[in-house]
């Protein structure tokens, strides 16, 4: 039994298994991601270390850069290293072969990190390995402004406060501060002091983080409570930073720091300036992890920031967003879906004027939508997104989806009109299997001459197949899922439909109700309306011929007739 014939006598099992397949694609189109490109720097891993304190380029580069370079080398899969070494951290970043699975990857990565822990030096804080290159562009810019509080104070609020919680949205990988200089505790030593006392820099700088730290000393437990008895060794003011001895003498001696050093709570030099309308401010640059949904991820900052204005932020501070990725691409899909559905509507009107019967174009217009939802419920168990390349091979698909409907129909209804000419009683139904099995071969052939030009588009390189693997894929999943409900759907919905008896646009009945409706809106239409039309002769008999009522025409062109000479009876 063919495809056709088995939709036709199985009525209920067809449109119940099409009733199943479009509430599925009505939750795909839910739950789909939706980005704006397809995510071409998947194959990427940004390592992170961070260095307390600071040190210079050179140092940071040949004490931790290149330790770990050597280290993550000769991880399976790895096409190139870049590292960059700044006076605070050092960036390493990876790119792998395309189609690598970056969570082993990650924790390949995390597993070769942990073995050089003591190579590193102890003043670097924990590598971060996350899925991200140092180069994207932020997801989404904010900037805080004041007119009472300095940028140093706002940066010290971005630092201590904003920059946290935004770290522990899920998504996000970096978030960089721009702006305002930052605040330090600044030791500035003399020389000749260091000198006197035979001590180098290194020294001091190790004493310091030695004596930074709190330490858990043990614990003391009594009948009912156990108490953690910890050693509090970090710094709270300057004074206790002053009393610190560095040096102790032969004679008993001691030497503190500020007998060596100055000590002054201050602000560094400013590394980067950022100006919101001519005024200083602070921004906060956000990337995103390349695995994470754009839209998604700028949802949940949004709503983290929205609360932290609540909650935690000044009055006179003004927090707002500068650049928000997620509005571009939500502007970019409305953009698509508007010019989809102006489409749609365009070829239910086109097919109208061919077919002159509304019923079948309707039949035409319905699959359309249908074919979408199974398409997008198919991207949905294939892992793909929404983005403007799935779009676009959507929009291509929606073509041949109407093709087949309108081929498959046109044929049905020749079937039907030649056989009553031939046998007015006959059955139409076995004339609907047969108009659409002899076309099923062409439509299976022009189907496939499309599907075999980009389906081999995914296999040419990985890095070709991340890129345009979405378009090759809904191109072939909209192109069978049209075949399929073309020789399906389309003659099930076909064989249920009558023949018009009328052979123009609308039938007597129809043109009888579109009457009646122009005789409503004219009988309710304003006298001023009648006047202002009955201007022009044309335009009045065309719109409204004989029905205007006399006393509104205008007399100002209308000539009153000439008065009829009195009529006298002839003398008797």
């Not at 063919?2 to 006598?9: D, E, F, I, K, M």
């Not at 932020?138 to 402004?145: A, N, V």
């Not at 609907?432 to 390189?461: A, D, H, K, M, R």
Request: aromatic residues 8%; hydrophobic residues 40%.
């Amino acid at each position: 039994m063919s495809l056709p014939r088995t939709a036709v006598a199985r009525p209920v099992t067809t449109l119940m298994l099409y009733t199943g397949l479009c509430l599925f694609g009505i939750f795909a189109f839910i739950k789909l991601p939706v980005d704006l490109m397809p995510n071409a720097g998947a194959g990427t891993l940004t390592i992170m270390i961070g260095v307390r304190g600071g040190l210079p380029p050179e140092d940071i580069e040949n004490l931790v850069t290149k330790v770990v370079e050597e280290t993550v080398a000769t991880a399976a899969h790895l096409r190139n290293v870049l590292s960059v070494s700044r006076k605070d951290r050092s960036v390493v970043t990876l790119t792998y072969e395309p189609g690598t699975d970056l969570s082993f990857a990650a924790l390949d990565i995390q597993e070769r990190l942990a073995k050089i822990k003591n190579k590193l030096p102890k003043d670097i804080e924990k590598p971060i390995v996350a899925h991200y290159s140092e180069g994207d562009y932020p997801i989404i810019i904010l900037s805080l402004t004041s007119d009472t509080f300095s940028p140093e104070k706002l940066r010290e609020l971005v630092d201590n406060r904003l920059k946290p919680q935004l770290t522990r949205v899920n998504g996000i990988a970096n978030v960089e501060v721009g702006g305002g200089r930052e605040r330090k505790i600044l030791v500035e030593f003399y020389q000749d002091r260091l000198e006197a006392y035979r001590l180098s820099i290194r020294q001091v700088i190790d004493t310091i983080g030695k004596n930074n730290i709190n330490l858990l000393s043990g614990k003391t437990s009594t009948s009912r409570d156990e108490w953690v008895v910890r050693t509090m060794g970090q710094y709270g003011t300057i004074e206790e930073l002053k009393e610190l001895v560095v040096l102790k003498s032969g004679e008993g001696s001691s030497v503190r720091l500020g007998d060596i050093a100055d000590i002054k709570d201050f602000y560094l030099e400013a590394q980067s300036y950022a100006r919101l309308n001519k005024k200083p401010t602070v921004s906060v640059y956000v990337q995103k992890d390349n695995s994470s949904n754009t839209l998604r991820v700028a949802k949940r900052v949004k709503e983290m920031i929205a609360k932290f204005e609540k909650t935690q932020l000044d009055s006179a501070i003004h927090l707002q967003i500068i650049t928000d990725q997620s509005t571009f691409i939500k502007e970019a899909m409305e953009n698509v879906t508007q010019n989809f559905s102006w489409g749609a509507l365009l070829t239910w009107g086109i097919i109208f004027l061919f077919l002159k019967e509304w019923k079948h174009t309707t039949l035409v217009f319905l699959s359309v939508p249908i074919a979408v939802l199974i398409t997008l419920g198919l991207m949905f168990l294939m892992g793909l997104t929404l983005n403007v390349m799935t779009l676009t091979a959507l929009a291509l698909g929606i073509g041949m989806v109407v093709d087949s409907a309108t081929v498959v129909l046109e044929n049905i209804l020749e079937k039907k009109k030649r056989t009553l000419r031939s046998h007015p009683g006959a059955d139409l139904t076995e004339c609907t299997i047969q108009g659409t099995e002899e076309l099923f071969i062409s439509l299976v052939g022009s189907t496939l001459t499309t599907v075999v030009v980009f389906l081999p588009i995914v296999f040419i390189n990985k890095q070709v197949k991340i890129l345009y693997s979405g378009l090759a894929y809904t191109i072939t999943v909209s192109m069978i899922a049209s075949l399929v409900v073309a020789v399906t759907l389309v003659p099930l919905l076909a064989s249920r439909i009558s023949l018009p008896s009328h052979t123009g646009y609308f039938s007597p009945g129809g043109w009888a109700r579109i009457q009646r409706a122009w005789e409503a809106v004219r009988g309710a239409t304003p006298a001023w309306v009648f006047r202002f039309f009955s201007r022009s002769g044309r335009w009045r008999t065309c719109l409204f011929p004989s029905q205007v009522p006399e006393k509104y025409w205008d007399r100002r062109k209308t000539p009153a007739p000439a008065p009829s000479p009195p009529v006298t009876s002839p003398d008797p």
